[in-house]
């Protein structure tokens, strides 16, 4: 088996990932990607190997060799776990090495760092602990759409040279669809702007909700569902820190209210997983769940084209918006409008989380 042995990225140290929230489940990705190779992920500012055992299990281990450190993921895959690329340690997913080659024993240090994993609804969850040993306080959320026979789900993920929250930003704040992505899911850009927007949140969670009647179907909605002239569409984004669950459509007009949550009509319900890579980068894992329409087959592999369409635009927007910021000087200068609101709810939570997650630490040294 040959495999691609991944250049190592420049990242910080191990405390560096202190920067980020912790105890928290992050995306480290889809259940699709894990086959019979090692992936080389950094999340958090920590190098990670991920892979599939033959029985199946995926794992997460600290991506360094205990030996002479060579990256995990430049070796193989096998049926009892990884083993490495250079002198042939075989490790376990719980980081235990478990053969060395031509030696029997072997010495109790020769392990890594295991990280908790959980594959659920096709997701890939990694715990990224405050105290590094520390057992998950808390069950991996669940999305079960991607197990619905309703829907038939697509996904995809990029490498963003931007930080996580600038996503959170965008995806808070859907009045960009007007301008950002007319080619697909855009629409009226002033039906979008005017659109009364309610922020609501709970805990860690922010939930934003637009209702668009009126509408001219723009088109993905043409693509995928026989609108007629004017649809009535609704957005609902529901920020969870780590991820983003959005659920938006069209019904026609004069059938289920858009406020309904039985609503019928044509239905795209995204995933998003934003999971930092170091301050200035992060992965993007995104997937999108939508309804057949019994007249038109292809209908969701339609929007699922069009949806990856619609997310390289956001790269280009955010990746541009951050070398903006590099060369004019962060976000000092920026100011509010009403489309804000949520966006800046969530930042509010994440710098909450990392002030408490401070003073926990100032508090333990
Ligand atoms: S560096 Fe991994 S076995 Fe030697
Ligand atoms: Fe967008």
Redesign the pocket.
Known sequence: MTTTCIPIKNVGSDADSHRFPLDQWYVAGFSSELADKPIARTFLNRKVVLFRTGAGQVAALEDR?C????PLSCGTVEGAGVR?G????LYAPNGQCIEIPGQERIPSKARVKAYPVVEKNQIIWIWMARDEDAEPTRPAPDYPFHDDPRYKFGSGNYHYRSPWQLIHDNLLDLSHLGYVHLQTIGGDARLHMNAPMKVSSEGDRVKVVRLMPDSSPPPTYRAAWPFGEKCERWQEIEFDLTHLRIWTGAVEPGTDAIDDPDRGGFHMRGFHGITPETEETCHYFWSMSSTKHPDMPDNIDAVIQQTAFTFDEDRTIIEAQYRNMLAFGDKANWIDIHVDAGANRARRIVGELLRKQAAAEAADS
Do not use: A, E, F, V
């Open positions: 060799c030996h002479r450190s060579l490495c250079y002198h042939g340690l």
